[in-house]
């Protein structure tokens, strides 16, 4: 299925123009890597579409994801325990300090290790299938249909890729939620997946993976689309240049000033949290793929094919 992806990969929308590729010494199959004499040294450790382009994404996933959610256990761990025993855990600060006051500073990190196994496995598949689905999908509409209806095609690629994301993570989220809201039942996760195991048999894990889809892929759907159109219009209406003359420092800025627009909905302290969240999510992710030195095509561009049919080029 992959060769095959990899192969459409390089004629859709979403894949750099073919002006790029040439600028980049990518223009064909013949290139070598450091091309011909004189010819512009590869700029790309990996082709568009390619298996190491997409395992070196879901890589990127699995950090964007694991340390954003890891770093911020103590304040989810609140959150759960509001949610479960309101009468007893009255706010976020009285929350944290009932925490402390029993279970000392160690019981803020209760959980992290499901969390982070868990968020770097669904980090794994949002964002490495993402990249899948967004190839499938613009190559099942075709090079001007996948222009024309870019935010179905993101909302669809990103509602894909946290379906599976969701069941990789629901066994973890599952220990991690007893860890943290069962007084007494088990302090780690070696600990607590034998005794869930024991309890109710594998089903115990996968019975909480309806609410993650429900909870999670309306939330992904936005995410994803948001920051996508939010991109593109950042480099047509805001950045001065466009993004082939940016430095790679000033693409990851517009890729965090994305990731936080894309989410400026709800209350003010749900922004600050999940926003500066997804935000960081996303600057990982973009500085994972510079790292890496992967295709980052730049936002896509109405196809001249279409141009000449709504009569804007002569």
């Keep these: ?38 010819a512009p040294r590869r700029q790309y450790s990996c082709e568009y579409g390619s298996m190491k382009f997409y395992a070196l994404c879901g890589f990127g996933g699995v950090l964007s994801c694991g340390l954003t959610h890891t770093a911020v256990v103590p304040l989810d761990l609140v959150k759960c325990r509001m949610q479960v025993d309101p009468q007893k855990y009255k706010g976020i600060f009285n929350g944290f300090s009932v925490t402390l006051k029993e279970d000392g500073v160690r019981g803020l990190a209760k959980g992290w290790a499901p969390t982070f196994i868990g968020y770097s496995m669904q980090g794994l598949c949002k964002f490495g299938f993402y990249e899948v689905f967004k190839v499938l999908y613009s190559n099942m509409l075709g090079e001007e249909n996948a222009y024309l209806w870019r935010t179905s095609l993101y909302l669809a690629a990103s509602a894909s ?25 088990a302090n780690t996760l070696r600990d607590a997946a034998p005794k869930m195991y024991k309890e109710e048999g594998l089903k115990a894990f996968y019975k909480g993976v309806a609410p993650l889809w429900m909870r999670q892929i309306p939330y992904t759907m936005m995410k994803f689309a948001c920051f996508e159109r939010t991109v593109e219009a950042l480099y047509k209406f805001v950045v001065p240049k466009p993004r082939s003359e940016c430095s790679k420092p000033e693409q990851l800025v517009v890729t965090f000033v994305a990731g936080y627009i894309g989410v400026w909905k709800g209350l003010f302290a749900r922004i600050i949290m999940i926003g500066t969240l997804t935000a960081l999510q996303w600057f990982i992710y973009d500085s994972v793929k510079v790292y890496f030195r992967l295709p980052r095509p730049p936002p896509p561009e109405m196809p001249e094919s279409l141009k000449k049919k709504l009569g804007l080029t002569q």
Excluded at 162 to 176: G, N, Q, S, T, V
């Design 161 to 185: 890729a946290e379906f599976f994301a969701d069941i990789a993570l629901a066994p973890m989220e599952a220990a991690k939620v007893r860890i943290q809201t069962q007084p007494g039942y």
């Design 1 to 38: 299925m992959f060769s095959s992806v990899a192969h459409l990969a390089r004629a859709n929308p979403f894949n750099a123009p073919h002006l790029q590729l040439v600028h980049d010494g990518l223009a064909g199959p013949r290139s070598s890597p450091a091309g011909p004499p004189g």
